[in-house]
């Protein structure tokens, strides 16, 4: 039996521990990891907590939407259980019908084929580390070994264990400046979760200095379910000019070779992106973002207007 669960009623132990053993579990199901990102999220629950379905959710102009937190690529269903489509749509049936507003993204292993959502492919790539690094560099493309020899020459050193803080900043003062969609509250969070998740000793921050020692790109990796997440990164002019991120990355990927480990670059449909990851030899991965829409027609073309407007 499906169960909604209020955030105040569930069980956290037991919700944490069924991410924990999901064959598709990831951090960012954690109850702690949800609760840094959004401000109110509740949870479909399946008999004892054999399979959890995180619901964060907010008010729009006074609606209820369900909706996909910053810094969360993926959610939806997880389970300690088998997965099928039929298993699935029972959970997006279960999402309350108040809520009139459903964006999300769902994990690599939810396909479901429910008629009541709408659905678009997102793309991801992944690269398997469990090889040694030679075997793994063999697989760069043509352009990204240029760039890696251009960023080799030009002097850049990684440094590991760099300040979360400095990073971010980084990020505002450079590529950040020009998206009006992340504000100081989101930073805020990012913050937050980055030092949340070194305390637990699940991520490592990456810095690239140049030749006179300022920092010109750096990134932060989350890992969980022998899985790590390429979650953030920050890049300045310089670091540009010199494919800093380049050196950066083979180098956590020259650390971490030969590791029953998957480096996910937390990717996007994003053109550009997607030719760096999969310069690295990596694998495209997809997912679904699915949504349902049962507002009025007036509510609809008022949502449309302010967005427009932003």
């Given at each position: 039996?499906?169960?909604?669960?209020?955030n105040?009623?569930?069980?956290?132990?037991?919700?944490?521990?069924?991410?924990?053993?999901?064959?598709?579990?990831?951090?960012?199901?954690?109850?702690?990891?949800?609760?840094?990102?959004?401000?109110?999220?509740?949870?479909?629950?399946?008999?004892?907590?054999?399979?959890?379905?995180?619901?964060?959710?907010?008010?729009?102009?006074?609606?209820?939407?369900v909706?996909?937190?910053?810094?969360?690529?993926?959610?939806?269903?997880?389970?300690?259980?088998?997965?099928?489509?039929?298993v699935?749509?029972?959970?997006?049936?279960?999402?309350?019908?108040?809520?009139?507003?459903?964006?999300?993204?769902l994990?690599?292993?939810?396909?479901?084929?429910?008629?009541?959502?709408?659905?678009?492919?997102?793309?991801?790539?992944?690269?398997?580390?469990?090889?040694?690094?030679?075997?793994?560099?063999?697989?760069?493309?043509?352009?990204?070994?240029?760039?890696?020899?251009?960023?080799?020459?030009?002097?850049?050193?990684?440094?590991?264990?760099?300040?979360?803080?400095?990073?971010?900043?980084?990020?505002?003062?450079?590529?950040?400046?020009?998206?009006?969609?992340?504000?100081?509250?989101?930073?805020?969070?990012?913050?937050?979760?980055?030092?949340?998740?070194?305390?637990?000793?699940?991520?490592?921050?990456?810095?690239?200095?140049?030749?006179?020692?300022?920092?010109?790109?750096?990134a932060?990796?989350?890992?969980?379910?022998?899985?790590?997440?390429?979650?953030?990164?920050?890049?300045?002019?310089?670091?540009?000019?010199?494919?800093?991120?380049?050196?950066?990355?083979?180098?956590?990927?020259?650390?971490?070779?030969?590791?029953h480990?998957?480096?996910?670059?937390?990717?996007?449909?994003?053109?550009?992106?997607?030719?760096?990851?999969?310069?690295?030899?990596?694998?495209?991965?997809?997912f679904?973002?699915?949504?349902?829409?049962?507002?009025?027609?007036?509510?609809?073309?008022?949502?449309?207007?302010?967005?427009?407007?932003?």
């Amino acid at each position: 039996m499906i169960r909604y669960l209020e955030n105040k009623l569930i069980d956290r132990k037991k919700w944490d521990d069924c991410i924990s053993r999901s064959f598709n579990g990831m951090i960012y199901g954690y109850t702690w990891f949800l609760d840094v990102v959004c401000e109110n999220w509740d949870g479909l629950v399946e008999d004892d907590y054999l399979r959890v379905f995180p619901v964060c959710h907010r008010k729009k102009f006074g609606v209820s939407i369900v909706y996909q937190p910053f810094f969360t690529q993926q959610l939806g269903l997880f389970s300690q259980g088998e997965l099928n489509p039929a298993v699935v749509n029972d959970f997006l049936t279960a999402i309350p019908s108040r809520f009139r507003l459903v964006d999300i993204n769902l994990n690599i292993h939810n396909k479901p084929d429910h008629p009541g959502f709408g659905y678009d492919v997102q793309v991801n790539h992944e690269l398997d580390l469990i090889g040694d690094y030679e075997d793994i560099r063999r697989n760069y493309s043509s352009n990204t070994r240029r760039n890696l020899a251009k960023a080799e020459k030009a002097g850049l050193s990684v440094i590991k264990g760099v300040k979360p803080d400095d990073i971010i900043s980084l990020f505002r003062e450079n590529r950040g400046a020009g998206i009006r969609v992340l504000r100081d509250a989101h930073y805020m969070k990012l913050k937050r979760l980055v030092y949340t998740c070194i305390y637990k000793g699940l991520a490592d921050v990456y810095g690239v200095y140049d030749d006179h020692n300022e920092l010109c790109a750096g990134a932060v990796f989350l890992e969980s379910h022998k899985k790590s997440i390429f979650i953030f990164s920050g890049l300045s002019d310089k670091g540009r000019d010199n494919r800093a991120m380049f050196l950066l990355i083979d180098h956590f990927i020259r650390e971490h070779a030969g590791k029953h480990l998957t480096l996910d670059f937390d990717g996007s449909n994003n053109e550009a992106l997607a030719r760096f990851y999969k310069g690295f030899g990596s694998e495209r991965i997809v997912f679904l973002r699915i949504s349902r829409n049962t507002l009025p027609l007036l509510t609809n073309m008022a949502l449309k207007i302010y967005r427009n407007i932003r």
